[in-house]
Each structure stands twice: as structure tokens, then as C-alpha cells.
């Protein structure tokens, strides 16, 4: 057994008590690796086996957020089925130096691209990760530097998933666009988002149809306030980071994980949301 990885057993044992939260008598819990040079949240799974292969899910917080939205998004989403980590954002909100938010020129999305390999790189050297089951996945902005790095990247993620996030602007984004037809992104978009509204959405779309990308984008008929809303640097609200988007966002990934298909929607949505597939590859 490595050294990393003897840490990392030890950590959890010695935080069991004071980090664990129970699910039929199972214990999930939040830790740190070791050796990551920023501030970062670590999500291991209930009855985590070192013998199975885990996905793992890099996920990027909304602007006005932290690390720790990784709490509430893994426990909607599943405790079970993913190991996952989110590296905070580098730059802090100007009024509040617990939250901290994204940039999106050129060189804030390299910083994230850093933070994102290093924490791939990482925890799979401390925890059992299948490499071709990583998908990033982020809310509001983190959404938009998501869709950003699995198109950058397309052989290095198995999928990614943008919540009411815009499709990046960046013109890199589709550098790199004949491989990243390949990378399956799903793209949900919530009624009570302003900094991703219809004409966003519409205008990813196009977009993804033009270079041929191989996008999923469906819209939640959402209640701002049902689950956590923020707000982003330019002062439009992010929207609801929805129970039934981060499950849709499951289904999406354990479709790509078994090679099955399986609808995104929900059978039966909540009766205060209501899903529409826009369009499906």
C-alpha cells in the first residue's frame, strides 16, 4: 500500500466520527488527500471498496460558492456510485472572502485546467479510479469551465455536465473540436436562471450543432429558491441547483459508465419541476 494512500485511510479513520453522515447504517465521508498545493473537498463513497474501480467526478462550484457545494451535490446525486472532488475557485468575491468564483478569460480557465488535472492526477494516485470514467461537471459558471475543459480535452474525460452554465465563449473552446465530437456533454438549463437564460441555450445549440458536438440540452421548469441559488460575478443569478438535475446528471453518467441507455429525464419528475428534452444525440 502506498504512503498517499495509508494517509488517506488514516484521515478517514481519524475523521469518521466527526465527518461521517449515515445512510442505512453506511458511512460516506469528506476528506483531503494529500499533496494538493490549493483548498479542495474530497467526497469518498459509502462502503468505499479500494478493489472496484470508482468514476470520478471533478466538480466545479458556482461563482459565490466554495468546495464545499461538494456536500449537498454528492448527496442528491448518490452516495454510492462516484468518488469526487472539488478544488475551489482562485479568485475570492469582492464582498465576501469565504466565497470565490471563476474567471473566464484565457488565463483564469488555464489556473482551473491545473487545478482540475492536478486533482485528477491526485486522487487517483490515492484512490481506486477507473481513468476512462472521469467526467467533470460544474453549476453556473463552474458549468461553463467544465463544457470548456471536456472539449479541451476530450480523451482525458469521459463526459462532462454544465448546470445552468453558458456554453464558454472562448474561442479555444472548439480548438480542438474534430476529436471533441466524440466527448458526450449533457447541458441543463434552469427556467429561473439569469445568467443562463433561453437565449443562452439557444445559443449552445446552434453551436454544438455546427461543429458537430455530441450535446444533450434539456430545460427544468425550476422554482429559484427549491435548493441553492447564487448569484455571478456580473450579477445574474445562477439559478437553482436542483435535486432532479443532479439526478439526471447520474443517469447521464452511469449511462456512459455501463454503455446503456438511460433516459435522462426522470419517470416521474417532482410535481414542481418540469423537464424538457431539447434536443438528444
Known amino acids: 500500500m502506498s504512503s498517499r494512500l495509508q494517509n488517506l485511510l488514516d484521515a ?22 494529500p499533496n494538493l498545493g490549493f483548498p479542495h473537498r474530497l467526497f469518498v463513497p459509502t ?17 459565490g460558492s466554495s468546495e ?8 442528491s446525486m448518490s452516495v454510492r456510485n462516484y468518488v469526487a472532488v472539488s478544488p475551489r475557485a482562485h479568485r475570492m468575491t469582492k464582498h465576501n472572502s469565504r466565497l470565490f468564483r471563476w474567471g473566464t478569460n484565457i488565463a483564469d480557465l488555464a489556473i482551473a485546467e491545473d487545478f482540475v488535472i492536478d486533482s485528477v492526477n491526485e486522487v487517483s494516485e490515492s484512490l481506486s479510479i477507473a481513468p476512462d470514467r472521469v467526467f467533470v461537471a460544474g453549476f453556473g459558471t463552474g458549468g461553463s469551465v467544465a463544457q470548456w475543459l471536456s472539449l479541451r480535452h476530450p480523451h482525458r474525460f469521459a463526459g462532462g455536465i454544465s448546470i445552468n452554465g453558458p456554453f464558454p465563449k472562448i474561442k479555444r473552446a472548439l480548438s ?4 471533441a465530437k466524440g466527448v458526450p456533454v449533457l447541458f441543463m438549463q ?6 443562463c437564460a433561453v437565449e443562452e441555450t439557444v445559443g449552445a445549440m446552434k453551436m454544438a450543432h455546427a461543429a458537430g458536438l455530441n450535446y444533450r440540452f434539456v430545460r427544468f421548469e425550476t422554482e429559484e429558491g427549491r435548493e441553492e441559488s ?25 449511462g456512459i459508465v455501463t454503455g446503456t441507455e438511460i433516459p435522462i429525464a426522470p419517470e416521474q419528475p417532482s410535481s414542481s419541476v418540469a423537464v424538457t428534452l431539447f434536443s438528444e444525440n
Open 47 to 63: 462502503c468505499y471498496e479500494p478493489r472496484y474501480a470508482y468514476p470520478l467526478v471533478v466538480w466545479l462550484h458556482s461563482d
Open 12 to 33: 478517514r479513520l481519524a475523521l469518521r466520527d466527526a465527518q461521517s453522515v449515515r445512510e442505512s447504517d453506511a458511512a460516506y465521508e469528506f476528506a483531503a488527500p
Open 190 to 195: 434552469g427556467s429561473d436562471s439569469g445568467s
Open 176 to 179: 480542438h473540436w474534430k476529436s
Open 230 to 254: 447564487t448569484s455571478s460575478a456580473m450579477g445574474l443569478s445562477s439559478g437553482s441547483l436542483d435535486v432532479e438535475m443532479l439526478r439526471a446528471a447520474d443517469r447521464f453518467m452511469m
Open 68 to 75: 464545499y457545494e461538494l456536500d449537498s451535490v454528492m448527496e
